[in-house]
């Protein structure tokens, strides 16, 4: 029994190590890496700094009081129905607005 346990928290670390690993091997340099939220626009409130952007998890409302935009000039000339991608970083939140697709 202490065996299967003590066998069992040795896979767990290496699956941990092993993901830490991958992450870090493939993360942007001198920038903090996460996940992105791909999504569209549904409104952006600047008086509350609160955007609400609908992805395949749902709408989620973000706090943009301290953004890094790219694409855009300012945080304003986001509008709803704009294609975003967001993440959280150590520094604020980082938006990109896209490119709409040709169809």
Not at 16 to 45: H, M, P, Q
Not at 78 to 100: A, H
Request: hydrophobic share 40%; aromatic share 12%; proline share 2%.
């Amino acid at each position: 029994m202490r065996r299967s346990k003590v066998f069992a928290f040795a896979c767990l670390l290496a699956v941990v190590w092993i993901w830490t690993l991958v992450d870090t091997c493939f993360a942007e340099k001198g920038k903090t890496y996460g996940r992105y939220l791909f999504g569209s626009v549904i409104s952006v409130n600047h008086e509350a700094k609160l955007m609400t952007v609908k992805s395949w998890r749902g709408q989620v409302t973000l706090d943009i009081s301290n953004p890094t935009t790219y694409g855009v000039k300012d945080i304003k000339e986001i509008k709803p129905g704009d294609r975003v991608k967001v993440r959280y970083t150590n520094f604020g939140i980082e938006i990109v607005k896209l490119k709409d697709k040709k169809r």
